[in-house]
Every structure is written in structure tokens, then in C-alpha cells.
């Protein structure tokens, strides 16, 4: 494999850590997401940098990026496009925000669910169909979806099947008091984002993307890795467990992993690395879990250190 793409992929970690700061393992996830070709949920408070991480990876890339605020009165047409007469009399396709290489959601969960599934049907399809005709998405296409979980009101959760349709679920958090102190001083006069180098071109992406297939997974981190996703399906506080869908993702997630720290094998701390942010999301806990305010996340680490590390 050649050593450029490893090279590559750690400087574009490196110019989006510019502008986010202090959140080196959310920059890591977000861009071993983005290689292993998945699309990407942001769940937390606003402000703390969602937005900013999307664009600081679109500069960086060369993409083609829409952002999309969503409010309850986008519709479906405003996300896929629609066909409208023109001038000659003949039917022209419009396109919509999702026609891009990056679409960055703005609070996926403040729209319709008409909407939403318009979105999550897109993503798992890669290709636009409007009035019969089927277009098919620019490649790459990543989707990076935000929500706010406080406060419900005029909200639309996703339901657990089409949380299932992104590869990841992050929280960014709050930085450390001195990691503030260094935001205010960057931005008292001007802003980063506006200095983000294209480090690769979409060709590239795509090559790296390919790399990323080509990483080597021994037989006893594949067993390893099917026992912690079998383990979800049989847990006491588990309703719904991981889908074979979750099972490719994270093993997905952790080649992608392996490549961005600089390897080309898989090992069993790629999966642990990965696991929450992977198959938190797909697990739908029962009353036993919600009384004890058990989250997805503390089920997944459980987990995870009840497994046996294979020896390699």
C-alpha cells in the first residue's frame, strides 16, 4: 500500500483540527467514517463545533458541499428536486440540496419524518428518483446529519430503523476551559474556516477509499468482532440488538480505522475504538436499562470488556 495515502490522510486530520479544537477522537471517527464511504449523525447540544467540523472536511477535500437547515416545512421536492415546465414547454429537473458530495443536515430531527425518509432513502440508495427517472448521486456522496437532544418540542426523532442508516453517531461535548480560551483568541477577528487548505482532491478520496477495502482482517478479529455484535442480540438490557448492517459498518469502521493510524491490518483495538460510535445508535434498550439510566454507550463498553481478545 502505498505509504502517500497514510500521509495524506493524516494531514487532512490535521488541517480540520485547525478549526476544531480540542476534539482529536471526534476528528479521527469522523474521518475513518468518511473513508470507509458512511454517512455520518452529530448528536448534541448546538454551538460546541458540528457545523464546523463538516465544513472544516469539505474544505479539506475538495467536496461539493450543500448545508440544509431543516424546519418542519421542508419538504421532500427541497431535498431530492422535482420537475417543473420551462420555458419550452418541456419538463426540467431542478436539483435539490442532496446533489452534492457533502450534505451537511442541520437538525435532522426538526423536520417532517416525510422528509427525513426522503433523506435516509437517498443515502442507502445513492441515487435520486423523481417522476420515474433515476439520477444517480456524485461520488463520494457523505451525508453529515446533526440533532439537538435537549429539548422535544417540534421535533422528529429518527426511529431506530433509519438511525441504523449512519454509519456513526458523535457527541462533540464542551471543550476544556483552556481549549476555550484558545477559540476566543482565534476568532476575535477572523475565521479559520476561511483558511482551511485543500489537502486531496475528490480523486484521491476515492483512491484512499479503496485502500481502505484492502485492509487485512485476520480470521480471530473477524470471530472477535461477530462475538461483540452476537453479544448485543443476547444482552439482559438489549430489546433490539446490532443488524447485520451494524456487523459491516463496524467492521468498516475498523479497517478505515487501521488506516488512519497508519497500518494495514486490522486489530482488536480498532474494534474497540470504534465500537460505541458505531453500534450505540443501533441498539434499542428495554425498561430494565431505562430505570437504571443505563445508556447505549455503557451496554457497548460492557460489552466490549467482557469479550476475550484474541491473541495474534
Known sequence: MDERYFQEAYAVMNEVKKVVIGKDECVKLAMSAILAGGHILIDDIPGVGKTTLAMAFAGAMEMDSHRMQFTPDVLPSDVVGFNMIGADGEFQYKPGAILC??????????????????????????QVTVDGVTRQLPNPFIVVATQNPVGSAGTQMLPESQLDRFMIRISMGYPTMEEEVRLIKERQDINPLDFIQEIISKRELLEMQDQV?????????????????????????????????????LMDMSKAHAFVQGRTFVLPEDIKRVSKAVLAHRLLLNGKARMSHTTEEDVVEEIVGKIQVPKL
Do not use: C, F, W
Open 101 to 126: 458530495n457533502l450534505l451537511l443536515a442541520d437538525e435532522i430531527n426538526r423536520t417532517s419524518t416525510k422528509t427525513q425518509s426522503a433523506l435516509l432513502e437517498v443515502m442507502e440508495e445513492g
Open 213 to 249: 477495502k484492502q485492509i487485512y482482517v485476520d480470521d480471530k478479529v473477524l470471530t472477535y468482532l461477530s462475538k461483540i455484535v452476537d453479544a448485543t442480540r443476547n444482552h439482559s438490557m438489549i430489546t433490539l440488538g446490532v443488524s447485520p448492517r451494524g456487523t459491516l459498518a
